[in-house]
């Protein structure tokens, strides 16, 4: 099933680290399994956000030997990162396996996500000058807590709660995605494809990488294609409409613009708040209520409907 | 009512105006029987007892088991108040009620519903009076998708927007729009009557058995047996009647509405819907 939910602010910044955190665990009956989220916060000048895991939750519990292994992972990741002439500037572990880095790198991006994501266990969740991507198994209190993500302010930010259906329960299938190898873009989806291998397999070709077997990561890849060959964001959403075949509504941001796209069939649900200030979006009305007391009127997109807005 | 004992009354009501093929699934109810249909778990109220629910801390269960409750006692005129688009609210309830809700309701709501009169003062989630068979709900804002899905009877209006699958599957009833439908609404209808005051998303009564649409706006396509038909004066009189029953006015009026119908006979059915055959008794 899944929940999916969305909030911009429009010209100013707000709490979305409770706000999103709130609407996930109201969506939570419909993804206990994981939670995501996508968090877009100041500038930092120049500077990336390097968010990644090097390995997952169910591998601690796999034996003593994953600690090491990690720390050695940890190790690789450095030494790669030097070998690229990255300078890092901030480092953090918000759990034994998922760091988050502040670094400074005037290189090619592919070749970054690449070179780290060539060690083994490690993979890249995110890399953005706004763009922050937090994912973990649990719902959305218990990944709040344990990533500290409560009082965090930006302008726009998305998440996911998951309910795995085709793919495995793990960090690695849970949303959101990052659109690789591009800064700043992250996208979640409810729904399901049915041309998701015929589609990966043409993405492939061109030169993506799927780090899952989830069915939602085309999507994001997909919109990385388009991006990467002159599309804007909005016209390639639009495009998408016919190019995956199935059903979903999916949210996708980038720095400065927050969308989202229903299908043809409108067979998945998404409810709109917009204001002149806010817009704040969910699979269910009651996770948009969760933040807003006062009464405000609503209103679902409609089928083959997209909608982008700037902050 | 017990003097309407003939159905010929029906007839003078206007309600057996169109032409019936082959079987009738017409039933009259006999004033005399009335006693056989009282369901089990419904109450006797009295409208003038009011009492008001604030819902904002309460779930869902506890709503419901309160409503109850509250009908229990004999109260017939219950307001609900911070409903905060909480799922499955004012479900299941088998006897007349007047039920307002001030605020939003989430998915399900006054689903499986038989006679209560319920006002929503905001906006429904997907799914609003599933499978309701009596009585009238009426909705503020707008609505989600599957809005009146497999409805039976009553009256079922939505003064906003409602979503895609409008009265998917209806069997019966009535349901009203004010502004603009989905695609695929009337989908695999079966019987009563849908009026739509704006635009129709595409496919409007996609595999429809029969039954009737009313569009005001512009139709975005019909789907497959779904054909325009011509429309009667009795229909005209209906509209005008129904609309203005509810406050809602065609922007063009009624009488230049498409009325839509199945263009292929699957079954035999007919109009008279199950609100109706109570207001006889």
């Known amino acids: ?44 000048d120049g500077q990336y956000i390097l968010r990644f895991k090097a390995a997952e939750q169910e591998d601690l519990k796999k034996g003593f030997g994953i600690h090491q292994e990690i720390k050695q992972r940890l190790a690789s990741v450095e030494e790669r990162m030097r070998e690229l002439e990255v300078q890092i500037v901030e480092q953090q572990a918000a759990t034994e396996y998922a760091y988050r880095y502040v670094i400074k790198y005037g290189g090619d991006l592919r070749r970054l996500a690449d ?120 016209d390639a959403m639009r495009e998408s409409l016919d190019a995956l075949d199935g059903v979903f509504t999916y949210v996708v941001a980038t720095s400065d613009q927050l969308g989202m796209a229903k299908d043809m069939m409108a067979a998945k649900p998404m409810v709109l708040y917009e204001s002149e200030n806010c817009i704040a979006l969910a699979s269910e009305e009651v996770a948009i209520r969760s933040i807003f007391k006062e009464e405000i009127d609503t209103f679902d997109p409609y089928e083959g409907e997209v909608r982008v807005w700037q902050k | 009512m017990a003097e309407m004992t003939s159905k010929h009354k029906s007839y003078d009501m206007g309600m057996h105006t169109e032409l019936l ?88 709501g006054c689903g499986l519903i038989d006679g209560p009169n319920v006002r929503i003062h905001g906006r429904v989630g997907w799914s609003c009076a599933e499978n309701m068979l009596a009585g009238t709900v009426v909705i503020d804002k707008n609505a989600g998708s599957c809005f009146g899905a497999a409805i039976r009877g009553g009256d079922l209006v939505c003064k906003g927007d409602v979503g895609a699958r409008t009265g998917i599957n209806m069997k019966g009833g009535t349901i009203l729009v004010g502004g603009r439908t989905g695609a695929f609404s009337a989908f695999m209808m079966q019987r009563g009557r849908m009026v739509i005051l704006g635009d129709a998303g595409m496919n409007l009564g996609d595999s429809m058995y029969d039954g009737t649409i009313f569009v005001g706006g512009k139709i975005q396509s019909l789907g ?16 005008g009647r129904k609309l203005a029953m509810y406050g809602l006015k065609a922007p063009k009026g009624v009488a230049k509405m498409q009325k839509i119908v199945a263009g292929k006979q699957l079954w035999n059915y007919d109009n008279l819907e199950p609100a109706e055959k109570k207001i006889i008794l």
Not at chain 1, 12 to 31: A, C, Y
Not at chain 1, 170 to 196: E, M
Not at chain 2, 227 to 232: A, D, Y
């Open chain 2, 21 to 108: 093929r082959g079987r009738s699934q017409q039933i009259l109810f006999s004033a005399e029987e009335s006693e056989n249909f009282v369901y089990p778990g419904s109450f006797d109220v009295d409208f003038d007892k009011r009492s008001e629910i604030d819902a904002g801390e309460m779930t869902a269960t506890a709503i419901t088991v309160k409503i109850r409750e509250l009908m229990g006692q004999g109260f017939g005129h219950i307001v609900v108040k911070n409903p905060l688009a909480k799922h499955s609210l004012g479900v299941g309830i088998l006897n007349r009620l007047k039920l307002d809700f001030e605020g939003s309701l989430g998915y399900f």
């Open chain 2, 224 to 239: 497959v047996d779904a054909i325009p038909g011509e429309m009667t004066d009795v229909e005209i009189k209906w509209l």
């Open chain 1, 1 to 44: 099933m899944c929940g999916i939910a969305g909030i911009i602010h429009r010209g100013t910044t707000g709490d979305i680290g409770n706000e999103l955190t709130s609407m996930l665990q109201t969506l939570r009956h419909r993804g206990p399994d994981s939670t995501g989220f996508a968090f877009y916060g100041s500038s930092t």
């Open chain 1, 115 to 234: 070179t780290i994501e060539d060690i083994d266990g490690v993979e890249i969740l995110s890399i953005g000058t706004t763009l922050e991507l937090v994912k973990d198994l649990g719902d959305a209190r218990q990944v709040c807590e344990s990533y500290g993500l409560s009082g965090y302010q930006g302008t726009h930010a998305i998440g996911h709660s998951r309910m795995a259906t085709e793919s495995d329960v793990d960090i690695r299938s849970a949303h959101p995605y990052w659109a690789y190898p591009f800064k700043d873009v992250a996208v979640v989806h409810n729904g399901q494809l049915t041309n998701y291998w015929k589609g990966r397999r043409e993405l492939e070709h061109n030169g993506h990488r799927f780090m899952s077997n989830c069915d939602s990561e085309l999507i994001a890849v997909y919109l990385a294609d388009k991006i990467e060959n002159g599309t804007t964001l909005e």
